[in-house]
């Protein structure tokens, strides 16, 4: 059974610090990664996708992504109150020849301000 | 900017009875999936579609579920026959390529009664 493992949280961060969200996954023939977030009773939100190792810079969201560890993590900086949300990680799980997202439980973040 | 839209936003219906969810992906997008959340639980894969054919499906995805692109531009989800476990909501996404980010729509919140 493929998996992706996520702490559920809730990860609690004052206003101003960083946010360091982390999954891990079991197959190790993926090669695409996803961030979402996803807001009480709203749909998932692609925040950040990675595809090689190393880190992913964009505005205040870096992720990154270890394949040999098969770990990949979501910093995110200058936490606001708004960020408060659950974080999905999804991986993309190319079996048959088509993609399909397996997403984990997801992290709940709260930014206190 | 583009988005992946679903209709209809909230559907109530009493068990046994047949409902079509529907979805309009992202016009030059290519791949089309259907995912579920149950309350409180993960975000689950269904199937995916491409090429008016189902790429792949899940073992949630029985004999009871099906999928259509009956037009150029709608994407539906018939569940033949709801029982009160189909309750959820369900979630349309499209995707350019098989690899890429996959977005998501608002969500049809199932209610079986």
């Known amino acids: 059974q493929k998996e992706v493992e996520q702490n559920s949280g809730p990860l609690s961060v004052p206003e101003g610090a960083i946010a360091s969200l982390n999954c891990t996954y079991s197959?190790?023939?993926?090669?695409?990664f996803f961030w979402y977030r996803q807001y009480s009773g709203k749909s998932p939100e692609l925040i950040m996708s990675i595809y090689s190792n190393g880190d992913k810079e964009d505005g205040r969201f870096t992720a990154q992504l270890n394949k040999a560890s098969q770990y990949v993590s979501l910093l995110i900086r200058d936490s606001q109150p708004s960020d408060s949300a659950t974080y999905l990680c999804a991986v993309n799980m190319f079996s048959g020849g088509y993609n399909k997202l397996i997403f984990g439980a997801g992290t709940r973040l709260a930014v206190h301000p | 900017e583009p988005e992946v839209t679903q209709t209809p936003s909230h559907q109530v219906t009493q068990m046994g009875q047949e409902v079509i969810l529907r979805c309009v992906p992202i016009s030059n997008h290519l791949y089309f999936y259907w995912y579920r959340q149950i309350l409180g639980q993960k975000v689950e894969f269904l199937v995916s579609f491409y090429n008016n054919e189902i790429s792949e499906k899940s073992e949630i995805f029985d004999d009871q579920f099906s999928v259509e692109r009956p037009d150029g531009s709608n994407f539906t989800l018939k569940i033949r026959s709801t029982k009160l476990e189909d309750s959820a909501m369900y979630f349309c996404?499209?995707?350019?390529?098989?690899?890429?980010?996959?977005?998501f729509g608002p969500g049809t919140r199932l209610t079986v009664l």
């Open positions: 996404a499209s995707s350019e390529f098989k690899e890429n980010e996959q977005f």
């Open positions: 197959d190790r023939v993926s090669q695409s």
